[in-house]
């Protein structure tokens, strides 16, 4: 539980950051986002940013469910879902490729010892399937493609575990957002792609090994 509470002020700034901007600006907010749905951008350049934003979760700080959620809402669930695959997918390569280069030391620069610390020992204990297993989880799952990379896992290895378990997070968040577009829920919608997994997180570093 001290994990948790620890994470509490964190969780609360985090779940503001959806809900502030309508508070203060709700009824612009309301048309921007009326705007766009009534004429949104063309979907090759909508996707085109989703890729790239995902692309760079592994070396930028990116709300990866919030963007995940987004292109659902802005795609429809399939092609969101292709959007999202493929961005998870290329940021997970380029942070396992540049630490199968690079190791240790790049690792360090974007992930803290003691998160690469507790996937090396959940490596140890489950080898590859630590892909899968943290796969949804915010921090760990950066972390344990870091430490695949520094101990040089092979890409066949690799990409399965990988390539499967982004295919499953990129459809349930797509068909979350456009479940949202379809009722007109985007603000709470976004509240809870931020909440759920600042709140896995808070568990994952409760009870994954110390």
């Not at 539980?1 to 907010?29: A, K, Q, Y």
């Not at 040089?152 to 949202?180: C, M």
Request: net charge positive.
């Amino acid at each position: 539980m001290r994990e948790l509470f620890r994470t509490l002020p964190l969780m609360c700034v985090v779940l503001l950051v959806p809900v502030l901007p309508f508070l203060f600006f709700g009824g612009r907010l309301e048309d921007w986002l009326r705007g766009v749905a009534e004429d949104p951008p063309s979907v090759s350049a909508t996707a085109t940013l989703i890729i790239g934003l995902l692309a760079t979760d592994i070396l930028l700080p990116i709300p990866s469910s919030v963007v995940s959620t987004l292109s659902g809402w802005q795609l429809g669930w399939w092609r969101g879902t292709i959007a999202t695959w493929i961005g998870m997918n290329l940021g997970a390569i380029i942070g396992f490729a540049l630490a199968r280069r690079w190791g240790q030391p790049f690792a360090l620069w974007f992930s803290s010892g003691e998160d690469l610390q507790r996937m090396q020992m959940i490596s140890d204990r489950y080898g590859p399937y630590v892909l899968v297993i943290t796969r949804a989880v915010p921090v760990f799952a950066e972390a344990s493609v870091l430490i695949a990379g520094i101990h040089q896992l092979s890409w066949r290895r690799f990409l399965p575990a990988v390539v499967f378990s982004n295919l499953g997070i990129a459809i349930a968040y797509s068909v979350f957002g456009d479940f949202a577009e379809r009722h007109q829920w985007l603000p709470l919608a976004l509240g809870v792609s931020v909440a759920v997994p600042v709140l896995v997180a808070a568990a994952a570093k409760r009870y994954l090994p110390q």
